[in-house]
């Protein structure tokens, strides 16, 4: 059972509608990373931390993606203007080690934009 | 461009035979993972092999990693039915990220 919660496990939203999400990571974990699954079954890397800090973003997260990782509080991450193509399944995980270690998921929020 | 990919889209199986999956990889690593993800849930990890292992060894599975022609495999005996999954590898890379293949589909029939 995964120990990583993720919520709301669906949302609907028009677009430009802003979209949030929630991942508490496992206990202990220092690192999180968030994923975008498209229905295809591809990852697309958006952004990861360890503990407070950004270690990785890519572009798309620059611009209409925020993300963070406040200490005490569950992450997020936040599409400021929904558009249909961010349609997808958003995945958080942690992980004790970074990226040479397990990566532990959560079940994910699956964002439909109408 | 995939840094990491698996070699096939969709595999059948009968109950009870073994299958194997295998994925290429494109940059120098320090670990590849096998992940398995079930339909509406999120991947699990399955198998994680270090780049100075050859091979590693999880209940019925076997990972199997070839540095020099940049491969893994990952075989499943006597499979069941709930083996049904799309199955993953990843990779690290130097830039702090963990890359996925695009997964391969298994199915088990009963």
């Known amino acids: 059972n995964s120990k990583v919660i993720q919520t709301p496990r669906y949302l609907v939203k028009g677009q430009g509608q802003k979209a949030k999400m929630r991942c508490i990571p496992e206990k202990g974990h220092p690192v999180v990373f968030w994923y975008q699954q498209n229905k295809n079954n591809e990852f697309k890397f958006l952004i990861n931390?360890?503990?407070?800090?950004?270690?990785?973003q890519i572009d798309m997260t620059e611009k209409r993606f925020s993300a963070e990782c406040p200490s005490n509080s569950p992450c997020s991450l936040e599409i400021q203007s929904s558009e249909a193509g961010d349609s997808a399944l958003y995945l958080c995980?942690?992980?004790?080690?970074?990226?040479?270690?397990?990566?532990?998921f959560g079940e994910g929020s699956k964002l439909t934009v109408l | 461009s995939q840094l990491a990919e698996e070699n096939s889209w969709a595999l059948s199986v009968h109950e009870g035979e073994s299958v194997t999956v295998n994925c290429s990889y494109k940059t120098s690593i320090t670990a590849l993972q096998w992940y398995r993800q079930k339909s509406g849930k999120g991947p699990a990890q399955l198998i994680l092999?270090?780049?100075?292992?050859r091979e590693k060894r999880n209940g019925r599975l076997r990972a199997t990693l070839d540095t020099s022609s940049q491969s893994s495999s990952l075989s499943i005996t006597a499979t069941r039915c709930e083996d049904t999954a799309v199955y993953f590898c990843?990779?690290?890379?130097?830039?702090?990220?963990?890359?996925f293949g695009k997964g391969t589909h298994l199915h088990v029939l009963p």
């Open positions: 092999i270090r780049s100075n292992e």
């Open positions: 931390f360890q503990n407070q800090e950004v270690l990785q």
């Open positions: 990843a990779t690290d890379t130097n830039a702090y990220k963990v890359i």
């Open positions: 995980a942690s992980s004790l080690l970074g990226n040479t270690g397990q990566l532990y």
